[in-house]
Structure formats: C-alpha cells, structure tokens
C-alpha cells in the first residue's frame, strides 16, 4: 500500500491518498479493510475511491463526498491505470469547501500518481 498522507489542508479539512494493485470488488474491499485498520482512517469523514479493472470495468464509491469517485475514475482512465485503486481521505474540519473539494480530490489524485511515477 502506497499512501501520502496530509496532501492538502483547507479550511480545517485535511486530505490524504492511498492506493495498490488490486484485482476486482473483492480486491477494493479487501484494501479497504486494511485501510480502515488504522482507527484515523476508519474515522475519517469520507474515503472515496475508485478502480479500473484489466477488463474495462469501472468501479468506484464515494462514500457521501458525491462525485468523487468519478473524478478518481476520469483520472485512472486517463492514466491508463488498471487493477489498481486510489483511496482520497477526507477528515471534514467543519466548513463547506463546495467546489473545492473536487479540486483537492483531483490534486491528492495527481501527487499520487507522481508519486508512483517516481
């Protein structure tokens, strides 16, 4: 498991960005488990994520930060990556971030896959 955590603070909201292979919805479940191992995971407000499998199909939830999942997926497809999935943390700081909050999904999104790049 990859993870850069504190990619992004706004406004009392901090964000974090995990990720690794997988392969299919058992995959994801079983990452995310792992992820929410660590209690500061399983507490956080939202970990939203999304995978593309080896065959085309999409998969991904947003866990109530609406439309996340689909920018996490526009992204993996744009990477090409497949049978891995990118989890993006959110801890609410207790301020509307509108917008925002997809632009801060796509930069965790973009220093991850930096990040696997390197």
Not at 82 to 103: A, E, M, N, P, S
Request: overall charge positive; charged content about 25%; glycine content about 16%.
């Amino acid at each position: 498991m990859r993870q850069l955590t504190g990619v992004i603070s706004d406004r009392g909201s901090k964000y974090a960005v995990s990720g690794g292979p997988v392969q299919g919805r058992a995959g994801v479940d079983d990452f995310l488990k792992t992820l929410k191992r660590d209690k500061k995971f399983a507490r956080a407000t939202h970990n939203s994520w999304a995978m593309l499998g080896g065959d085309g199909v999409p998969l991904k939830g947003d866990d109530g930060e609406g439309g996340a999942g689909m920018v996490i997926l526009r992204m993996l497809e744009r990477a090409d990556l497949t049978d891995h999935v990118i989890v993006v943390t959110r801890w609410y700081g207790g301020k509307h971030l509108g917008g925002d909050r997809f632009r801060h999904v796509q930069d965790c999104v973009t220093a991850y896959l930096a990040d696997l790049a390197s």
